[in-house]
């Protein structure tokens, strides 16, 4: 039997659609963006890149649970996801 893809608006999940979201609509993050999808590199990297941004820029949240919840949404984002729907938009 073949296993049923879920999606939310489109995009892998929740967490995909959310993180395009918020970087497609904020000027700043969305020109960073532009950047990094018009720099030089596969898919890969550049989703990487956009994956090790987002996680630096994680705030602190010690050992808590809103650290762990917090880490695994973004565990689930489908950062190769991101950058094609910004890539397409250009």
């Given at each position: 039997?073949?296993?049923?893809?879920?999606?939310y608006?489109?995009?892998?999940?929740?967490?995909?659609?959310?993180?395009?979201?918020?970087?497609?609509?904020?000027?700043?993050?969305?020109?960073?963006?532009?950047?990094?999808?018009?720099?030089?590199?596969?898919?890969?990297?550049?989703?990487?890149?956009?994956?090790?941004?987002?996680?630096?820029?994680?705030?602190?949240?010690?050992?808590?649970?809103?650290?762990?919840?917090?880490?695994?949404?973004?565990?689930?984002?489908n950062?190769?996801?991101?950058?094609?729907?910004?890539?397409?938009?250009?």
């Amino acid at each position: 039997m073949a296993k049923e893809t879920q999606t939310y608006t489109g995009y892998t999940n929740y967490e995909t659609w959310a993180v395009c979201l918020w970087l497609d609509n904020e000027e700043y993050s969305s020109a960073w963006l532009h950047g990094v999808a018009d720099s030089e590199g596969s898919i890969y990297a550049k989703a990487r890149r956009v994956e090790q941004a987002a996680t630096n820029a994680m705030p602190d949240l010690g050992a808590t649970m809103w650290a762990d919840l917090l880490g695994a949404a973004l565990g689930n984002v489908n950062w190769r996801e991101v950058i094609e729907s910004h890539m397409q938009r250009l």
